[in-house]
């Protein structure tokens, strides 16, 4: 099935630094979200953005809703050790299906 | 309850044997999703429902697979005569059902087939 392309796939920083991932796709999506996913959990919803060009904060984390409606960017200010992870966008399809991308894995050296 | 409970937590089966992952949703949430997860890669859409009914199961990836939602609550995903390639993290994710895209998902079963 259809697929968000997430980039980087994976990241390794220093503790401290900030962090940036984007989401592409071909298609409009009228909403986007960002989840968070721990070792053996399910992900946990980050931030939902819900109008394009939309600019949302929550602590330390950043997301855009890009104006195309494509495309979706999130950043991490000052990255402390429990924000390693994996991170997902996901686009709302259709009623209620989300489509999400392959993930961002995010290393942290204290 | 207070969030969506996933069991078994892990299940290992051999091929060809029939599996039923459960899914009991939070209390009111009136839609329930299926999502497959395999090894490093993204949540892959399975089935939806809204209350018992399931008005989109394009997901399902064959004729080996079902679901169903009773009482508005529980849910079970069954996976026929399994293949190694069914193995995989099954995620189960439960909303209002209203215009909230706040999903919340349980831990999800791991099933390895052997």
């Known amino acids: 099935g259809q697929q968000l392309n997430q980039s980087p796939q994976s990241m390794f920083i220093q503790e401290g630094e900030d962090v940036s991932m984007n989401c592409t796709s071909s298609?409009?999506?009228?909403?986007w979200l960002w989840y968070k996913q721990d070792p053996g959990e399910g992900p946990v919803l980050l931030i939902a953005l819900y109008k394009a060009g939309e600019l949302t904060s929550n602590g330390r984390l950043t997301a855009q809703f890009g104006i195309t409606r494509k495309d979706s960017f999130l950043n991490i200010s000052a990255s402390i050790p429990s924000d390693v992870g994996i991170y997902f966008c996901a686009g709302v399809q259709g009623a209620q299906k989300l489509v999400f991308g392959q993930g961002t894995r995010l290393t942290i050296n204290p | 309850g207070a969030g969506v409970s996933q069991s078994p937590s892990n299940k290992v089966t051999e091929k060809g044997k029939d599996v039923e992952l459960r899914c009991d949703p939070i209390s009111g949430h009136t839609a329930l999703y299926w999502y497959r997860q395999s090894l490093g890669q993204g949540l892959e859409f399975l089935i939806y429902f809204q209350g018992n009914s399931a008005p989109d199961k394009s997901g399902l990836p064959s004729d080996r697979f079902s679901a169903e939602r009773t009482g508005g609550s529980v849910s079970t995903l069954t996976i026929q005569r399994t293949q190694q390639e069914d193995s995989a993290v099954y995620l189960c994710?439960?909303?209002?059902?209203?215009?909230?895209?706040?999903?919340?998902f349980g831990s999800g079963t791991r099933l390895t087939v052997v």
């Open positions: 298609s409009i999506f009228n909403t």
């Open positions: 994710a439960s909303s209002p059902g209203r215009e909230n895209y706040g999903y919340t």
